[in-house]
Structure formats: structure tokens, C-alpha cells
């Protein structure tokens, strides 16, 4: 089991930069993948970026560009740092770990941080 605490958002204006971090409660070296995903409001939620065990980064086209995702094994954590945030970046960002052990498969998911960009 694996626990995932978000931290980092905040109001920020158009243009703005925010860096958005997800500590997990365990070693995150062997977790297949960590993403981060994102829900505005009346919207579905949406995948915005992935990275994977051994690095490989993937992201939606409506970030791409201006966020990077990155990944720190020794702190355990993950992070997603978000530039020229726009006021449709607005949403609850989530972030997710999915993992499987002898055949198990594992999806635990933060209780999300607010992300408000003003125009």
C-alpha cells in the first residue's frame, strides 16, 4: 500500500509558474507508473502527465511544453512543474500511482491540490 500526499497549489496568474509535489509513503523506485491528472470543475478528469520507472515521460497536448514531470526515488516523491499556466490549467490535480506485485495490480490515487490560474 502506498500513500500519496499532494502539496504545492495555490492561486496564481496567467503566465504564472507553480510546482506541484506528491510525497508517497513508500519507495517509489519499483512503482510502474506515476502520473499526474487533473479534474476542473463539471469536467471529466484528465490525464496531463506520466512518468515511468525507469524515466520515460508522457504528456497530454494540452501541457506539452509547459509542464515537466520528474521524479525523485530517494525522497520519494514526484513532481509536476507547471509554466505559462493558463486559466484552463484550473482544476483539482491529482496525483496516482499504479504498480503491480506477483500478479497484482495497485492504483492509489492523493487527495488532490487545488490549482486556480486568474486571468
Known amino acids: 500500500q502506498v500513500q500519496l500526499v499532494e502539496s504545492g497549489g495555490g492561486l496564481v496568474q496567467a503566465g504564472g509558474s507553480l510546482r506541484l509535489s506528491c510525497a508517497a509513503s513508500r519507495n517509489i523506485f519499483s512503482i510502474n507508473a506515476m502520473a499526474w491528472y487533473r479534474q476542473a470543475p463539471g469536467k471529466q478528469r484528465e490525464l496531463v502527465a506520466t512518468i515511468t520507472s525507469g524515466g520515460s515521460t508522457n504528456y497530454s497536448d494540452s501541457v506539452k511544453g509547459r509542464f515537466t514531470i520528474s521524479r525523485d526515488n530517494a525522497k520519494n516523491a514526484v513532481y509536476l512543474h507547471m509554466n505559462s499556466l493558463k486559466p484552463e490549467d484550473t482544476a483539482v490535480y491529482s496525483c496516482?500511482?499504479?504498480?503491480?506485485?506477483?500478479?497484482?495490480?495497485?492504483?492509489?490515487w492523493g487527495q488532490g491540490t487545488q490549482v486556480t490560474v486568474s486571468s
Open positions: 496516482n500511482a499504479k504498480y503491480t506485485i506477483r500478479g497484482v495490480f495497485y492504483n492509489y
